[in-house]
Nanobody
Framework: EVQLVESGGGLVQPGGSLRLSCAASGFFFGAYYMTWFRHLPGKEREGVAAINEFGDTAYASSIKGRFTISRDNAKNTLYLQMNSLKPEDTARYYC????????????????????WGQGTQVTVSS
């Protein structure tokens, strides 16, 4: 059974940092294309960062230079290091996985992805 479990969210002040983790199981993590999305109620789910099996990355313009996506295939874990957080980064963050996608021209949309975690809430507020 494929499982993706996010952790690391919480309340942080503007300008602060958080590192999200996504623990994967039930599939060959190292071969999958992985992405972090975020979602606010009433808005579309936004892809923020993607990484392929080779470690190539893509970022949304809204977070470029502040967030870093990485993966540790030995630990079957995906990460999102978030720095210089802003109130507009407040959202529920999800990791998603797909075995077939390969395009690194940008962060793909949600319909691409076969597997999703339950998300972790990030709130940026003073």
């Amino acid at each position: 059974e494929v499982q993706l479990v996010e952790s690391g969210g919480g309340l942080v002040q503007p300008g602060g940092s958080l590192r999200l983790s996504c623990a994967a199981s039930g599939f060959f993590f190292g071969a999958y294309y992985m992405t972090w999305f975020r979602h606010l109620p009433g808005k579309e789910r936004e892809g923020v960062a993607a990484i392929n099996e080779f470690g190539d990355t893509a970022y949304a313009s809204s977070i470029k230079g502040r967030f870093t996506i990485s993966r540790d295939n030995a630990k079957n874990t995906l990460y999102l290091q978030m720095n210089s957080l802003k109130p507009e980064d407040t959202a529920r963050y999800y990791c998603a996985a797909d075995p077939n996608y390969s395009d690194m021209g940008g962060v793909p949309g949600a319909p691409v992805f076969s597997y999703w975690g339950q998300g972790t809430q990030v709130t940026v507020s003073s």
